[in-house]
């Protein structure tokens, strides 16, 4: 199988997050997308982030009913910090069958070359990568394991927004699922 994984802390997983997964979902080249829950990302500081559980939680709720898109919580079984080219060997290794994709956006190739062993996670693996804007790229343009998707839809909603917005007490109806938004309420989540 063609699985693409989509890697996020998804504190919390909103509208844009699953606008990108439904879309690659519908990419050709892949058979399935799994967002793949990251307890820690080493570029992030952990003290932000909402309890694992309740971050699988709401992207399980979100996702409920979906056949192509699923959720992974593999980086749950992994030593923290998550660092992708761990996570990529670890499923490899167990499921040698399968081929492993990344998507991410524009902002995070950006980052890439930030990113333990970045060059053999090129060699060995196809990086699908949706525009965001202000992103130059240009710089990579021309890599073959790297594929654009210059009509995939441009979400500008982020976490860090939402959470802003819940701490100033503003409505997320609509930035969220319904779901989603339930568990925040029922959790006093980023107040």
Request: no cysteine; hydrophobic share 40%; aromatic share 10%.
């Amino acid at each position: 199988m063609e699985i693409g994984l989509f890697f996020g802390s998804f504190n919390p997983v909103h509208i844009g997050h699953l606008i990108i997964a439904s879309y690659f979902s519908q990419v050709d080249l892949l058979d399935e997308v799994w967002m793949v829950l990251s307890p820690q990302n080493p570029l992030k500081e952990k003290k932000s982030l909402a309890d694992d559980y309740v971050r699988l939680e709401m992207l399980e709720k979100s996702l409920e009913n979906q056949t192509k898109i699923k959720v992974s919580t593999i980086e749950f079984d992994l030593p923290l910090p998550s660092y992708t080219i761990d996570t990529l060997t670890y499923l490899q290794e167990e499921n040698p069958e399968n081929n492993y994709h990344l998507i991410m956006g524009a902002d995070n190739l950006l980052q890439l070359k930030k990113w333990k062993n970045f060059e053999l996670i090129l060699r060995k693996h196809k990086i699908h990568v949706y525009n965001r804007i202000h992103n130059n790229v240009e710089d990579w343009q021309n890599h073959p394991s790297i594929l654009f998707y210059d009509d995939a839809p441009i979400i500008e909603i982020s976490s860090t927004q939402i959470r802003q917005m819940i701490k100033s007490g503003k409505p997320i109806q609509f930035w969220v699922t319904e779901e989603t938004r339930e568990i925040i309420e029922k959790s006093n989540l980023y107040l």
